[in-house]
């Protein structure tokens, strides 16, 4: 079993964060954009997560609104993370816990 904090990245490694909370509810999203890509949204406080990398390796996809996305990396083309939501929160990609 893995410990906290979780350790995740992309394929290609260049983005790479810690999620210090629980791995939770995990939730499937049938939207296009999650269901071509195989994100698998794990919800966290915002302050749960760490970049282990620079956060400007990170190239954003807006589809509905200006203050959030999905982040993902330019290089290898993984989604890691989905910003905007009002609550304190952010969506992990829970699929590229490493």
Known sequence: MRKRPYLLSCHCKRVRFEVDAELGELLDCNCSTCARHGFLHWKVDI???R???RR???TVYHLRDLHGGHHFCPNCG???V???YLDGRMSVNSAVLA
Do not use: I, N, P
């Open 56 to 58: 400007r390796g990170l």
């Open 82 to 84: 989905r910003t905007g």
């Open 51 to 53: 970049m282990l990398t």
């Open 78 to 80: 993984v989604g890691v």
């Open 47 to 49: 302050g749960a997560v």
